[in-house]
């Protein structure tokens, strides 16, 4: 190096130039001169702090450099950590030599001894700094290899070493064993025989490190490959049920993740336990494509997603300051523009840079499926008792490998690319895996699918895959078809479809070919719409996945319901589907309904426009490209419905079956809606949900069977009371306490609850009449519905809406429905149905006390609401949440009802932002009737039914301009002041 050793003790810092010639050479080189130059007169080596400080120094100055490097492009990711893993090896030979001089273990002329010559001890470098590649705030695994004999001789000089790196704040996993141990550890457990794999001398004796590493390739040579190898799979399969089994989770963990690099490592290990290859870029190299494992684009492809995984990686490490390896929503922003990410039509840099990633990891898996096989068929052999092929599959074109089908010799999918669609027809029918060849053939000819977009057979298969029958088993015949091709037969019984020995098994359910035409690109290239959602990332928290792996999700949730399999958490799906006359409509139409996600406006009317003109070329009837076409325009009007309006109101039954029309269709749109909500996550769908969409639907059904007519409102109530005067009556209540009951409610309480409700509530007015107690607090479970239901009784004053609702914010409450009745002689009933912070009832008992003890505080004044809500700090907000941008919005609706006025306020969702939009409705002196609470990941929507003062509907459009402006101030005031609060917390 040019600078000087009397530069660097003085701390002063090179210039970039200097640090731009900074090389692992003249790292050592330099720390040799400093430490030599820091020592006193007579001293072996300098004082402790002062080596820590030099150490301390040119660890920052190469990390600093390499990140530099890093950040202006000169850098790749996997080149980067390479570097930073050879001036690792610098520091930590130097802090040996070192050790071995303050330990005094030095040689006659009292210099210390080389590294290479000390004996019966070896430092050598494991996991993935034995690979030569080290992320910038990853441990450091280190194993201390000592000579049996040699325990406490060498531990003073381990402990230094340890010691030393700790206090340069340097994270070490370390382990110190003899060959012997190493030898018995690693037969016991999978996890050290795979980081000794890797190990990698750094310094001391080369002759331990040698044996050992004889030792350590004839224990795995006598162990056998096979078993590693179930025992990575098994550890591969619990670390994806951790970290997600889908490759395209909107959050995604690029190291532990599907598609991430624990996986290119995991086929790493595979290969050399079986092949002998020394470091993950081996398995793409020549040797696997002359092979015939692999090809030149598919190794290409293969490389540059190792490059682009490392380089996000070590993105993240330095945006977040720390060994990050999640994607959440506040980093990818950043990292997409630190990448070079812009906007690029209607897509934005972030949703560019994640459907790159998204894809890449797509490369990882198919690279999955074509290496292991290979490695698994090389450890094990063939398999025993495969099935053979029979005539008619010969005839078709194709035969079986393993029990897996593949093209017969002679046949191409180029000359022929139909020929792509009917391996996946006959995979289908004979129950049989795709060969990892047929794979590689399909991916390698998936542009000539393009030809078959108008290809009848092709558009038969698809539908088939799609939604075809799962196949009987039947002994195998031959069926010629019209155009002379031959339908595969249904695979006979006692043959299996995959090889048990590979750990596999029959492929079933639809998801599963939809899978491998999106995986393989077939899909999109025979649906061009469809490659336009391929890894299209809603940035949201909200939707757990892509909107392609969505909407598979979605066929796969279907089948399930089809299935039978998920009658216990979704009966009503289950009851449905029974008898359904529109399969395939139902099927398109789930494969449809977002196609149209991410081009601007409104995706519903353009996935319509979509389906109206792919059905027809996929041979759909007229009749069923109508259905989809209309079940893709309106997949959102029952939730929309259910979660955001009042079905108690009459106008909205009569809405909802004046667009459906037809009881067929409101089936089709009800399963629809279900497996779309319950296909964004298992968390979004709940009881409670259920229970609105099973009712909407019954009151629609009702109208569209042309039973009682919503219209007849007097009807209904006066059908309402006679069954409430029945079960009083059968409770013992006198006809005079009856009569008076009756006479409380006005006809909109008498719809809004059943006959059991009517009960309760009239044993609580009677009680507390009777008390001439001022506020009343029920509570009641209803775990089966999924919410809570607290009932207020109380003399109704202006606010009381706003202030329950923020005693229940207090209490962690999240309120999903209410109901606001003010009696004929002025009290209060008020309803709230409320879930805890994971969507569930509140059910233990101080829990339940808790909410009634704040809701009396609250509405007693002993509790300041507003305040105590500031105080509790609701400003804070998680850092990956605030990425996420959730503009204000006020929308007022007339047409909604023929009573009320429907405000509908939309905003980012946080504890107390009902209390806060209630109350400025308060200001407004609005009457409250109904709210419908619904959120969205962090996006909330809260839809008021709301009258004037006089109890009248608002029509004056200058007032309801008034009202909609004051509100929407307040919304941003309120979320301004929220994000100034989480502000405050991040840099205190």
């Known amino acids: 190096m040019s600078t000087s050793s009397a530069h660097a003790a003085a701390g002063q810092q090179p210039d970039m130039a200097v640090l731009a010639a900074l090389t692992p050479e003249a790292l050592a080189a330099c720390l040799t001169r400093e430490l030599r130059d820091a020592a006193r007169e007579e001293a072996v080596i300098p004082e402790r702090e002062e080596a820590v400080a030099i150490f301390r120094r040119y660890l920052g100055r190469y990390q600093a450099d390499i990140r530099n490097r890093f950040e202006r492009y000169e850098l790749k990711g996997a080149a980067a950590a390479k570097m930073i893993a050879s001036f690792t090896d610098v520091m930590?030979?130097?802090?040996?030599?070192?050790?071995?001089r303050a330990t005094e273990m030095v040689g006659p002329d009292n210099m210390a001894m080389p590294v290479g010559g000390l004996t019966g001890f070896s430092m050598a470098a494991t996991g993935g700094y034995g690979r030569g590649l080290l992320a910038p705030f990853s441990d450091i695994d280190l194993l201390f290899l000592i000579a049996d004999d040699a325990g406490e001789r060498v531990h003073p000089l381990i402990e230094y070493v340890l010691y030393f790196l700790w206090d340069l704040g340097v994270k070490v996993g370390h382990a110190t064993r003899t060959v012997n141990e190493c030898i018995t550890e690693a037969a016991a457990d999978t996890t050290v025989r795979t980081a000794l794999l890797d190990a990698r001398l750094l310094a001391g004796d080369t002759a331990l490190f040698a044996m050992f590493e004889a030792r350590y390739i004839l224990a795995c040579v006598e162990a056998g490959v096979g078993g590693f190898i179930q025992d990575k799979r098994r550890e591969r399969l619990e670390r994806h049920r951790r970290f997600g089994d889908s490759p395209y989770l909107v959050e995604p963990n690029i190291k532990e993740g599907r598609g991430g690099l624990r996986d290119l490592q995991t086929l790493y290990w595979m290969c050399r336990n079986t092949f002998g290859t020394r470091h993950v870029k081996d398995l793409l190299a020549p040797e696997f494509i002359w092979m015939g494992l692999l090809t030149e684009q598919e190794a290409a492809?293969?490389?540059?997603?190792?490059?682009?995984?490392?380089?996000v990686r070590l993105h993240l490490h330095y945006v977040a300051g720390r060994a990050e390896e999640r994607l959440t929503f506040d980093t990818q922003p950043v990292i997409g523009a630190r990448m070079g990410y812009t906007r690029h039509g209607r897509q934005n840099g972030v949703e560019r840079f994640m459907r790159h990633y998204f894809l890449t990891a797509r490369e990882v898996m198919r690279l999955t499926h074509v290496l292991e096989p290979a490695v698994l068929r090389q450890a094990q052999g063939p398999v025993a008792h495969a099935a053979k092929p029979d005539e008619a599959m010969r005839e078709a074109g194709f035969t079986l490998l393993d029990g897996q089908i593949l093209p017969d010799r002679g046949v191409s999918f180029d000359r022929e690319p139909i020929k792509m669609m009917q391996i996946l027809d006959w995979a289908r029918l004979r129950r049989r895996a795709l060969h990892p060849l047929a794979r590689h053939e399909l991916i390698r000819w998936e542009r000539?699918?393009?030809?078959?977009?108008?290809?009848?057979?092709?558009?038969r298969i698809f539908l088939d895959l799609l939604c075809g029958d799962i196949p009987t088993e039947e002994p195998p015949r031959p069926r010629r078809r019209l155009l002379g091709s031959i339908l595969p037969a249904p695979a006979p019984a006692e043959e299996p479809g995959y090889a048990v020995s590979y750990g596999n098994h029959p492929p079933s359910g639809h998801s599963h070919w939809l899978h491998i035409l999106n995986e393989t690109g077939i899909f999109g290239r025979l649906i061009p719409d469809w490659a336009r959602i391929v890894g299209q990332m809603q940035f949201d928290t909200y939707h757990v996945f892509t909107v392609d792996e969505h909407t598979i999700e979605a066929v796969r949730i279907m089948d399930e319901v089809v299935a039978g399999r998920m009658a216990d958490e979704i009966p009503i799906a289950y009851e449905l589907v029974k008898g359904?006359?529109?399969?395939?409509?139902?099927?398109?139409s789930v494969l449809l309904h977002d196609v149209a996600k991410g081009r601007g406006g409104d995706h519903s009317e353009i996935g319509a426009e979509i389906a109206a003109d792919l059905c027809p070329r996929l041979g759909m009837s007229g009749e069923e490209t109508e259905t989809v076409s209309w079940l893709v325009l309106h997949h959102l009007l029952l939730s929309h419905t259910a979660f955001q309006r009042d079905i108690d109101d009459p106008k909205t039954i009569l809405d909802v079956a004046d667009i459906v029309q037809s009881p067929e269709r409101l089936r089709l749109l009800l399963l629809l809606t279900i497996v779309d909500m319950r296909a964004v996550s298992s968390k979004v769908w709940n009881a409670w949900k259920a229970t609105l969409l099973r009712e909407l639907y019954v009151r629609v059904a009702e109208v569209l069977a042309g039973g009682l007519s919503t219209t007849e409102r007097d009807v209904r109530v006066r059908h309402a009371k006679d069954i409430a005067s029945e079960v009083l009556t059968e409770d013992g209540l006198s006809r005079q306490e009856i009569d008076r009951f009756l006479g409380l409610g006005y006809a909109g309480y008498w719809l809004s609850f059943d006959y059991e409700t009517h009960r309760r509530h009239a044993r609580l007015v009677r009680e507390a009449d009777a008390a001439d107690a001022p506020l009343t607090v029920d509570v009641l479970p209803l775990p089966a519905r999924g919410v809570t239901e607290v009932t207020v009784y109380?003399?109704?004053?202006?606010?009381?809406?706003?202030?329950?609702?923020?005693?229940?914010?207090?209490?962690?409450?999240?309120?999903v429905d209410a109901r606001i009745h003010t009696m004929t002689h002025g009290m209060a009933l008020d309803t709230f149905w409320i879930q805890d912070t994971s969507g569930q009832a509140y059910e233990e008992a101080h829990r339940l006390a808790r909410l009634s003890a704040l809701i009396h505080q609250g509405l007693s004044g002993e509790l300041d609401i507003e305040a105590e809500i500031s105080r509790a700090g609701f400003g804070h907000m998680p850092l990956r949440m605030r990425a996420i941008h959730v503009p204000p919005r006020v929308v007022v609706d007339n047409g909604a009802s023929n009573t009320y006025t429907v405000i509908e306020v939309n905003g980012?969702?946080?504890?107390?932002?009902?209390?806060?939009?209630?109350?400025?409705?308060?200001?407004?002196?609005?009457?409250?009737?109904?709210?419908?609470?619904t959120t969205y990941g962090v996006r909330a929507v809260d839809v008021f039914y709301v009258k004037d003062l006089f109890g009248l509907k608002i029509t004056d459009k200058k007032r309801l301009e008034e009202i909609r402006e004051r509100l929407l101030a307040g919304l941003k005031e309120a979320e301004a002041e929220a994000s100034a609060q989480a502000a405050a917390r991040y840099s205190a």
């Open 580 to 588: 359904l006359h529109s399969r395939r409509a139902l099927y398109m």
């Open 908 to 933: 980012r969702d946080r504890p107390g932002l009902l209390h806060d939009v209630t109350e400025a409705m308060n200001k407004e002196n609005l009457q409250i009737a109904s709210a419908h609470i």
């Open 794 to 815: 109380t003399v109704d004053v202006p606010g009381l809406f706003s202030k329950i609702a923020g005693a229940l914010a207090l209490a962690g409450a999240s309120i």
């Open 92 to 100: 930590l030979r130097a802090i040996v030599d070192l050790a071995m």
């Open 301 to 311: 492809r293969a490389r540059r997603s190792w490059d682009f995984l490392w380089t």
């Open 448 to 459: 000539r699918a393009t030809t078959l977009r108008d290809d009848p057979e092709a558009a």
